[in-house]
């Protein structure tokens, strides 16, 4: 069944490690949780007890190529994760944290969002690469806000006056 899946969809980019996993390529990697559109597996650096990554199956570069459009894949991104967390027996929803790092920040240049459990557990020698509002690391809350602030395009603005209709 893996396979087909992998047949049905192309990947962008042969030399992206995070679209080799998306596509059942990367046999090192366990996946936690998958559906069309996203995949969430283990930071292979775990920088709390709880330490997973979101990433959309299309190769989108980073949260600075996103678009107002995006809103809604940000918010499946961050409900993906915290479902993982669940799963996990995570309980203690307030003390999570989600996020992404900003360019030139990036490990890996394919969207991947952050979850990270218990925050309050994060190693105080990594806290400074998740530190919520610096230039490297912003929350996913935070990136839908600036996304909201950014002027729709003309495309976007047609597909809101139809929904409005
Ligand atoms: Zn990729
Ligand atoms: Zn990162």
Redesign the pocket.
């Known amino acids: 069944m893996a396979r087909n899946e992998s047949k049905s969809s192309e990947i962008a980019d042969e030399s992206c490690i995070f679209c080799l996993i998306a596509h059942n390529r990367d046999e090192e990697t366990t996946v936690l949780k998958k559906d069309k559109e996203l995949v969430c597996f283990k930071d292979i650096y775990p920088a709390a007890p709880h330490h997973y ?1 979101v990433i959309p199956t299309e190769h989108i570069i980073s949260c600075k190529s996103l678009k107002r459009g995006n809103i809604g894949l940000v918010e499946r991104m961050a409900n993906f994760g915290k479902q993982v967390l669940r799963d996990q027996g995570i309980t203690d929803m307030e003390d999570v944290r989600l996020g ?2 900003q360019p030139p ?4 240049d394919h969207l ?1 969002l ?1 979850v990270l459990a218990p925050a309050s557990k994060i190693s105080t020698s990594m806290d400074y690469k998740f530190t919520p509002g610096t230039d490297r690391f912003i929350t996913e809350e935070y990136l839908r806000k600036r996304l909201e602030k950014v002027r729709p395009n003309v495309c976007e603005m047609i597909g809101q006056f139809f929904e409005l209709k």
Do not use: G
């Open positions: 990554l992404f790092h920040f990036t490990s890996v991947h952050h």
